[in-house]
């Protein structure tokens, strides 16, 4: 079972940054697809980003520009830079790790983090 822990969220004013971190187990981190998907009340979860282990990145459209995922593999990390926050990227953010290469279905995903919250204030 892998094991994935979020860090890093928190409360945030319109416009400004923060930056997630997921650790993971080393043993499961290798080769594996990390991503990035958020679910805000009332809503469906949704793919935010993700990372393959070549590096090679993928994100969801209303992110594009503003976020930034990465991983470090000697530390068996990913992180996601979010800058310039608004207040529709409220949510709680999820790390998540599949065999293979990203993809944006949250059920092709068998291992998940507890969650992190990000309120963005107006």
């Known amino acids: 079972q892998v094991q994935l822990v979020e860090s890093g969220g928190g409360l945030v004013q319109a416009g400004g940054s923060l930056r997630l971190s997921c650790a993971a187990s080393?043993?499961?981190?290798?080769?594996?697809?990390m991503a990035w998907f958020r679910q805000a009340p009332g809503k469906e979860r949704e793919f935010v980003a993700g990372?393959?282990?070549?590096?090679?990145?993928s994100y969801a459209d209303s992110v594009k520009g503003r976020f930034t995922i990465s991983r470090t593999n000697a530390k068996s990390t990913v992180y996601l830079q979010m800058n310039s926050l608004e207040p529709e990227d409220t949510a709680v953010y999820y790390c998540?790790?599949?065999?293979?290469?990203?993809?944006?279905?949250?059920?092709?995903?068998?291992?998940w983090g507890q969650g992190t919250q990000v309120t963005v204030s107006s």
């Open positions: 998540a790790a599949r065999s293979g290469v990203v993809t944006t279905n949250k059920y092709e995903y068998a291992n």
């Open positions: 080393r043993r499961t981190f290798s080769g594996s697809a």
């Open positions: 990372i393959n282990w070549s590096g090679g990145t």
